[in-house]
């Protein structure tokens, strides 16, 4: 039953599983009946051994594969000494310790550092407090969601 394309059809493909199946069936009956006593004894023994062994081979994999694991780290953390996650909270801002009056003066050369030091504090203020309303906003649809989810909708 081919297809106009020359592709077996579902009829075939069951047709190959099902020989397939049969002769795998009628080669294992065949061969574990004509298994002499020796053969037997092998079987077991073979069988016992893998049971024997299996824990401590698992076992051994595993532990070479966590010093593999350990390298990588360590080679990973060479490499990044420091990850923005480590960094993530430990931002700190300096007090302000310049005068207000110093805003209204004049920009001269000794008080352009001053300024560029205060513009930066702001801005990392502002950028702080925009992170932790994203944050906090968050947060908040997290608790929403999880209260939604008791509500009976009608």
Do not use: C
């Amino acid at each position: 039953m081919e297809d106009a394309g020359g592709v077996p059809g579902v009829g075939g493909v069951i047709d190959l599983v099902k020989v397939v199946g049969g002769r795998l069936q009628n080669n294992v009956r065949s061969g574990f009946a004509e298994m002499t006593a020796q053969q037997w004894i092998r079987l077991v023994i073979i069988v016992g051994a893998y049971m024997l062994l299996r824990p401590y081979l698992i076992k051994l994999g595993a532990r070479s594969q966590m010093h593999s694991h350990e390298a990588a780290e360590a080679e990973n953390e060479a490499k990044a000494k420091i990850t923005p996650n480590q960094l993530r909270g430990q931002i700190d801002i300096p007090e302000d310790s310049d005068d207000e009056a110093d805003e209204a003066a004049d920009a001269t050369g000794a008080d352009w550092g001053k300024k560029a030091r205060r513009r930066q504090r702001d801005m990392i203020k502002k950028l702080l407090e925009a992170e932790e309303r994203r944050l906090q906003e968050s947060k908040e649809e997290e608790e929403d969601k999880d209260i939604e989810e008791y509500l009976v909708k009608e």
